[in-house]
């Protein structure tokens, strides 16, 4: 019922920026909120930021002040801008859509995700 793409990932030298971008679609009523998670071998998912249908931002302590996330002026986008990315970072980065969802109600909806590698 809804489809959720991220895009943008790549490989980058340590210090280097990427953007990731996630477009939700399908009978969406309307979105409460959208946010970026993101998996590394061995690990568990994590959180990584999110922004509310009003524009609130939040993001976790292992990103502040480097990334932003932001809505695109397509509807039912947003991007995550990555600054002086780390190794550390490299990860597979998900993108979650907190959706009301003609049918079904409200929802969570992830995409595949897109590939970060940073290099040293």
């Known amino acids: 019922q809804v489809q959720v793409v991220e895009s943008g990932g790549g490989l980058v030298q340590a210090g280097g920026s990427l953007r990731l971008s996630c477009a939700a679609s399908?009978?969406?009523?309307?979105?409460?909120?959208m946010g970026w998670y993101r998996q590394a071998p061995g690990n568990q998912r994590e959180w990584v930021a999110t922004?509310?249908?009003?524009?609130?931002?939040n993001y976790a302590d292992s990103v502040k002040g480097r990334f932003t996330i932001s809505k695109a002026n397509a509807e039912n986008t947003v991007l995550l801008q990555m600054n002086s990315l780390k190794p550390e970072d490299t990860a597979v980065y998900y993108c979650?859509?907190?959706?009301?969802?003609?049918?079904?109600?409200?929802?969570?909806?992830w995409g595949q995700g897109t590939q970060v590698t940073v290099s040293p």
């Open positions: 922004i509310t249908g009003g524009g609130v931002t």
């Open positions: 399908g009978s969406i009523f309307s979105i409460n909120g």
């Open positions: 979650n859509a907190d959706a009301l969802v003609r049918g079904t109600g409200l929802g969570h909806y």
